[in-house]
Every structure is written in C-alpha cells, then in structure tokens.
C-alpha cells in the first residue's frame, strides 16, 4: 500500500463571525502557491461560505453537489483552480444545503485529498458545533482568528476554554486581525485575556481588505508591500508552512525563531513590534 504523502491540515476558526476568517484563509493560501506550495482551501462555512468571492471564482460545481453524487473518488471536477495556484473546494451557493454535507462525509474528503496538496486550509463558520469540533480535531493546526474588541476578545477565551477542555489548545494559535485599530486594550494584554499562550498579530487595513475582497484578488497579491501583507508572510514563515513536506517535519510545533517576532513577558507570545507601530502611524 502506497503512504499517503504528509500534509499539514489548517482549521481557520473564530467564536464570532466577522473578524476575518475568509481574509486570512484565502491570503496565507495566496502566500503558500506563490512559494509554489500546493495548497487547497475547503469552505467549511456551509452557509454563508465566501472563499469562492475571496479569489473572484464562480462555480458551477460546489461541495454540495460532491456530496449529493458522492462523487469524491472524482473530486477534482468539483476544486476549482485559481490562477495563482489556489485550489477551491467551495462551499453551496445556498445556506440550506449545508445541511447535505455531513461531518462523516467532510472527513472523508479532506482524507481524498492528502495526495493532491501539501497544505489543507478549512476555513469553518464562526463558533462551535458537532462539525467544527471534528475538524478541529482533525486538524494539526487551529488558528483562532479574534480582533481586539472585548466582545470578541471575551467570547475567544471561551472558545480557548473549549478547546482546553477538549484536549486541543496545544496546537491551536490566536491570529488578532485588526490589531492596530483603536482600542483600550494594550497588544500585550491580548492573548492573556483569551487565555490564549501564542498570538500573531495582524494590522488595521480595512481599506485595502474591503477593495481586495470586492475586487476578488487577495491582498498580498495585489499589495505585496502592505504591512499586512509583510505580516502576513512572518505568520506563514513561523508556522514553517513554506516548507512543509522537506524531510517529513512538519514544522508547525517548532520554535518561533524568526527576527520579526519577540518574545514578551511570560507568556509565550510573539508581535512584531516596529510593524504595529507603523501601521499606527499609516492608518
């Protein structure tokens, strides 16, 4: 029996909606095929799933009619390919058909998959249920997506406490989108208040994200010197994603080593420092 390749399976997560799961999922795949890794992104948000938008793709075929014909032996007709080198499964064009895709039949997709990528990007629906739980589970690395808003910050720790509970948290990372916006909460005080050992933290562009969603073209694609996008790289580069099938290591649980983060205090938590203060000073 052939041994399926190793891949790196991402779960992009949040405990409420519109923080930016979509932004970071299909902006880390962008970065990944420019690296010419092979990455696919699964929509996972059943109902109201934007990956396809996010990449200005317009599919005929989406998840749901996979699962209708259990047609996964011939899933590439149903992924769609981007040209940056994305690779699309997308989510049904309507929300009632979520409820065709089970978590059994998910699972067996993502297992389909293993010998057509490197690295699997989930992007679930905010919060938690029997299906995102699974994927969690299944995942090897959970990035928790949270802005800087207590509202969001609170829920996120519950979210962290759940995972905790479920034996989880150990591979899951918050990434705070947004993270230079106003706000009265200090950086440092971020990922301690959502209980939460390891954060990335992304700056305030809503400018340029709200164009490059509307326009369909991620935006390390079309602002590739945008201190998001500069941010953007440090994440994928810590998480070692550009190399990860060299030598079989995955590379995800390793130390965060690279220049642009520092540590802080005694929680394991790593910003880049002088990028905060600029986009402050930009945005």
Request: glycine share 4%; hydrophobic share 40%.
């Amino acid at each position: 029996m052939t041994e399926k390749p190793n891949i790196i399976r991402i779960a992009v997560c949040s405990a409420v909606g519109g923080v930016g799961r979509t932004t970071i999922t299909a902006n880390l795949a962008a970065l990944l095929a420019k690296e010419h890794v092979k990455v696919t992104v699964i929509d996972a948000d059943l109902q109201f799933g934007d990956i396809a938008l996010a990449f200005d793709l317009h599919p005929t075929l989406t998840i749901k009619d996979l699962a209708e014909r259990k047609d996964k032996d011939n899933i590439h007709f149903y992924v769609m390919n981007h040209e940056s080198g994305v690779h699309v499964l997308p989510a049904p064009d309507r929300p009632e058909y979520a409820e065709l895709i089970t978590p059994d039949f998910l699972n067996s997709i993502i297992d389909t998959l293993h010998n057509n990528t490197e690295v699997l990007l989930i992007e679930t629906q905010a919060g938690l249920n029997d299906l995102n739980i699974q994927l969690m589970e299944k995942a090897d690395l959970i990035l928790v997506v949270g802005t800087p808003r207590m509202a969001v910050l609170k829920n996120t720790k519950l979210l962290s406490e759940t995972l905790s509970m479920l034996g989880l948290k150990d591979k899951a990372r918050l990434v705070l989108n947004k993270a230079t916006s106003n706000t009265v909460i200090k950086s440092k005080d971020m990922a301690e208040l959502t209980n939460m050992e390891q954060a990335f933290f992304l700056p305030f562009v809503d400018k340029h994200i709200d164009l490059s969603l509307d326009m369909g073209v991620p935006i390390v694609s079309s602002h590739p010197k945008l201190t998001f996008s500069k941010e953007m790289e440090k994440l994928a580069e810590s998480l070692n994603l550009y190399h990860s099938n060299k030598k079989g290591n995955f590379g995800i649980f390793s130390k965060f080593t690279n220049k642009g983060y520092r540590s802080r205090g005694r929680k394991n938590e790593f910003i880049s420092t002088d990028s905060i203060q600029e986009s402050r000073a930009n945005y």
